[in-house]
């Protein structure tokens, strides 16, 4: 959940998990009153990256007690939660397109890449990008900013030289003048494996290997001052046996530019 400062208007990057994250922020005394006002009432949006399960669950689960809102994404993001969840098949169709009865709680807003839109009924505006994500497939990297602040969220992605694709290399040269400029205030990407993961095993993600020689690319185009201190939060680490105390360990042993590295903690708040 993202909002500006001083504000109770959020909108979700991805929504993967969705009530227990609110229970843990009203428990944590950063959100007030209970999930399903929280739910209601301060989530104006969802941001969408693509369109896998551990990336949109916790918004179909909660969508008979949701209100009405937008859901954002590219078009191909849209048509599979069009065509695969919101169907009847699967799950009653909330939003106001796709199999009928079309129940009109959820409307869908498309992006187009590179084109800012604004984010209803909050004080944020939105430019969407696409990124590889096992290629053919694709993920979304959303730019969020506030009057000249902004903040880059990406949705899982592999690294160009794996994904044999230039579209990380293309959100870097958009990004990388904004960096330069102090007006980038937050990065947040995936980590999905530990540097032991073969690359033909990484299914469109990243290691800290990876990701390390990805922010060089970043910094090539930046300057490598730009990137010093720079907050990056880790997202995404999957689970399974030690993998996030190794990634943690990994991400520390090796960190040329000296970015701010960030675990995120569900229930804990981050100011940038």
């Known amino acids: 959940m993202i909002a500006t400062s001083g504000s109770n208007d959020y909108v979700c990057l991805d929504a993967g998990t ?28 969802y941001l969408i990256s693509h369109a896998h399960l551990d990336h949109l669950a916790g918004m179909i689960i909660n969508s008979p007690d949701d209100s009405s809102k937008n859901i954002y994404g590219l078009d191909y993001c849209l048509d599979v939660l069009k065509d ?26 498309v992006l187009t890449p590179g084109i800012e839109m604004p984010l209803q009924n909050t004080d944020m505006q939105v430019t969407a990008f696409s990124l590889s994500h096992g290629n053919p497939y694709q993920s979304t990297a959303f730019l969020v900013r506030h ?33 330069k400029a102090k007006k980038l205030k937050a990065l947040f990407i995936e980590v ?6 073969p690359d033909k095993q990484l299914f469109g993600h990243l290691t800290p290997r990876w990701l390390m020689s990805s922010l060089e690319n970043l910094a090539s185009l930046s300057g490598k001052e730009a990137l010093n201190n720079f907050p990056v939060v880790i997202t995404h680490i999957k689970p399974g046996g030690n993998r996030e105390q190794v990634i943690r360990t990994q991400l520390k042993a090796y960190n040329p530019l000296h970015v701010k590295l960030i675990i995120p903690e569900q229930g804990k708040l981050l100011t940038f």
């Open 192 to 197: 999905s494996f530990a540097n032991e993961q």
């Open 18 to 45: 969705l009530h227990y994250g609110i229970e843990k922020a009203i428990q944590a005394k950063l959100l007030h009153g209970t999930a399903e006002e929280v739910l209601k009432k301060n989530i104006k949006g």
């Open 84 to 109: 695969k969840y919101f169907s009847w098949k699967s799950w009653a169709n909330f939003a106001d397109e796709g199999e009928k009865p079309a129940l009109g709680k959820y409307h869908y807003t």
């Open 147 to 179: 009057n000249e602040a902004y903040a880059l969220y990406l949705g899982d992605t592999g690294a160009d030289s794996v994904e044999h694709s230039d579209k990380m290399h293309q959100l870097w040269q958009y990004v990388a003048p904004l960096l």
